[in-house]
Nanobody
């Protein structure tokens, strides 16, 4: 099983980034996919989640209206479009695949830094 995130980097406040997470080794279309983030000195927090077929989506209050999660089951990929970025969005972003407690996988993360 592999989850590989990409798309992180340095961006100025107000800018945009698009994160991608490519999955392999499991049946992607049957898993809930989520993006989490962990800022320095803070606990990991859920940013956004999308159901297996993309019907149900949820966001943390802190990113509502700025971030958009989507998935392409044909490409085994989940995306996080991040707009109007703020310095407090600086964190390592992780994608996760969840089906059950025993079937919960994590990527290694991609660093997003929002700074002028």
């Amino acid at each position: 099983v592999q989850l590989v995130e990409s798309g992180g980097g340095l961006v100025q406040p107000g800018g945009s980034l698009r994160l991608s997470c490519v999955a392999s080794g499991f049946t992607f279309s049957t898993y809930v996919m989520r993006w989490y983030r962990q800022a320095p000195g803070k606990e990991r927090e859920l940013v956004a989640g999308i159901s297996s077929l993309g019907v149900s989506i949820n966001y943390a209050d802190s990113v509502k209206g700025r971030f958009t999660i989507s998935r392409d089951n044909g490409k085994n990929t989940v995306y996080l479009q991040m707009d109007m970025l703020k310095p407090e969005d600086t964190a390592v972003y992780y994608c996760s695949a969840f089906r059950s407690a025993a079937m919960h996988y994590w990527g290694k993360g991609t660093l997003v830094t929002v700074s002028s």
